[in-house]
């Protein structure tokens, strides 16, 4: 699969398209005008809909937590978290700030 992406709703009443493997789909709201929902890993990605005007200190937090802005619509926006290029990123952050010394 290549990352979280929106697609058109099942109408109402009816069940959602398969999804690949490993992947699910949830409800996403209205998406340019359509009833959508995102299909995701769950086991890979968070995702996250801010509705509305966000601040900017909102913006930079999510971005400090590692959350990528993937598309808008309008004042709507999706953001997406890949939850191992967080894991490798607090790694890489663990070994460069706690190096312990080398005993001669």
């Known amino acids: 699969m290549r990352g979280p992406y929106l697609r058109?709703?099942?109408?109402?009443?009816?069940?959602?398209?398969a999804?690949?493997?490993?992947a699910v789909a949830?409800?996403?709201g209205a998406w340019r005008g359509r009833q959508m929902e995102v299909v995701y890993e769950p086991v890979l990605h968070d995702v996250?809909?801010?509705r509305g005007r966000v601040s900017a200190e909102v913006i930079d937090g999510l971005r400090a937590a590692g959350w990528e802005h993937r598309s808008s619509d309008g004042a709507d926006q999706m953001w997406v978290r890949d939850r191992?290029?967080?894991?490798?990123r607090r790694i890489e952050r663990?070994?460069?700030?706690s190096a312990v010394p080398r005993i001669a």
């Open 26 to 28: 949830e409800p996403a």
């Open 94 to 97: 663990e070994r460069s700030t």
């Open 48 to 50: 996250a809909f801010l």
């Open 84 to 88: 191992a290029a967080l894991a490798r």
């Open 8 to 17: 058109p709703a099942p109408a109402e009443g009816r069940a959602s398209a």
């Open 19 to 22: 999804c690949p493997p490993g």
